[in-house]
């Protein structure tokens, strides 16, 4: 299940960033288009990605394996931890920045109205932290691969085949 979770969220957040960071232009000028995507691609696994988040805080983070740094081993179940906080702050900052808008959220031909009122400093404030969140996974992200480069290449410890197949961990 944590691998499919993974997985899943991986195939989720990565096109959701880019359809994000797309449909704002540099001009600031947004595309009404590929926000709609966005939202609807948010709205349509919402529940999947809030089960990858829920899942994780409450069955734990895996062991260590044999041959895996217990120092390096806790930074990066904690930095784990903090990737999922962050996407839920997505989950939660997203909506909300559509409906402190002023704006109903689109999903395919249907539309969720917003159950808060307009509120522009709101909006303002959402917005913010919704970019600089999304900025920070990224980054994390992008020190997840790399980490995934340094345990396949540098440690051959077993920690890549744990994540790609159940119960297959290469022992040395």
């Known amino acids: 299940m944590s691998?499919?979770?993974?997985?899943?969220?991986?195939a989720?957040?990565?096109?959701m960033w880019t359809i994000g960071r797309l449909a704002k232009g540099e001009s600031g000028t947004s595309d009404p288009a590929l926000l709609h995507v966005h939202t609807t691609i948010g709205v349509s696994v919402y529940a999947l990605l809030w089960a990858r988040i829920i899942w994780r805080f409450k069955v734990g983070h895996p062991g260590p394996l044999p041959r895996q740094g217990v120092f390096l081993f806790s930074i990066a179940k904690y930095f784990h931890f903090c990737l999922l906080i962050a996407?839920?702050?997505?989950?939660?900052?997203?909506p909300l920045t559509v409906w402190s808008g002023g704006d109903a959220i689109g999903v395919f031909?249907?539309?969720?109205?917003?159950?808060?009122?307009?509120?522009p400093a709101l909006h303002d404030l959402l917005r913010a932290v919704h970019r600089f969140t999304s900025s920070l996974i990224l980054l994390g992200v992008s020190l997840h691969v790399l980490a995934v480069f340094k345990h396949l290449i540098l440690n051959r410890d077993g920690t890549f085949d744990k994540i790609m197949i159940a119960g297959r961990v290469r022992q040395e």
């Open 3 to 10: 691998i499919a979770l993974h997985w899943a969220t991986v």
């Open 12 to 15: 989720i957040v990565l096109p």
């Open 109 to 119: 031909s249907l539309t969720i109205p917003s159950p808060i009122p307009m509120s």
């Open 87 to 94: 996407l839920a702050v997505m989950l939660v900052s997203g």
